[in-house]
């Protein structure tokens, strides 16, 4: 008896806890997106029409805005070419243990593939010379941010 107490004693606290902000809440109380996905369906038919039938360089998040903007976004998880620069970057970063770790992890990868070609990349950060378009992106988790859109890879080369 004592146990089913405690258990809706939790389950209330918990009931309690999720709608002191406010329902339906705007971000899920874990997680960690750049923005809201309101927000990234805003953006995203702009984006699309910006962009036409360009390839888009992901800023860091692809889902709901490549959804909305009917347009081609690419990140690591579709450009296998763009992995080994990124695990290189990494490295170059990291300890003797870390980039011995890494080296084991990717021991049968293919470095040699090339990353895509891109006509525009979405970048986070300072103002970039020449950017077409910028979008204010909030959240609890990454705070705000400005994202930009420029012509190229968005790497400045």
């Given at each position: 008896?004592?146990?089913?107490?405690?258990v809706?004693g939790?389950l209330?606290?918990?009931?309690?806890?999720?709608?002191?902000?406010?329902?339906?809440?705007?971000?899920?109380?874990l997680?960690s997106?750049?923005?809201?996905?309101a927000d990234?369906?805003?953006?995203?038919?702009?984006?699309?029409?910006?962009?036409?039938?360009?390839?888009?360089?992901?800023?860091?998040?692809?889902?709901?805005?490549a959804?909305?903007?009917d347009?081609?976004?690419?990140?690591?998880?579709?450009?296998?070419?763009?992995?080994?620069?990124?695990?290189?970057?990494r490295?170059a970063?990291?300890?003797?243990?870390?980039?011995?770790?890494?080296?084991?992890?990717?021991?049968?990868?293919?470095?040699?593939?090339r990353p895509?070609?891109t006509?525009?990349?979405?970048?986070r950060?300072?103002?970039?010379?020449g950017?077409?378009a910028?979008w204010?992106?909030?959240?609890p988790?990454?705070?705000?941010?400005?994202?930009?859109l420029?012509?190229g890879?968005g790497?400045?080369?």
């Amino acid at each position: 008896m004592a146990a089913a107490v405690a258990v809706a004693g939790v389950l209330v606290v918990s009931i309690g806890a999720y709608a002191a902000g406010g329902l339906p809440r705007r971000f899920a109380p874990l997680m960690s997106n750049h923005d809201a996905t309101a927000d990234y369906e805003r953006i995203g038919p702009e984006l699309g029409r910006l962009v036409g039938g360009g390839t888009v360089r992901s800023g860091g998040e692809i889902g709901v805005l490549a959804y909305s903007c009917d347009c081609a976004i690419v990140d690591l998880f579709d450009d296998r070419g763009a992995v080994g620069p990124a695990i290189t970057e990494r490295e170059a970063h990291l300890g003797a243990l870390g980039r011995a770790l890494v080296d084991v992890n990717f021991r049968f990868f293919d470095f040699g593939d090339r990353p895509i070609v891109t006509d525009y990349a979405l970048v986070r950060g300072d103002p970039p010379p020449g950017a077409l378009a910028h979008w204010t992106l909030t959240s609890p988790w990454a705070g705000t941010q400005q994202l930009y859109l420029v012509r190229g890879n968005g790497s400045g080369a």
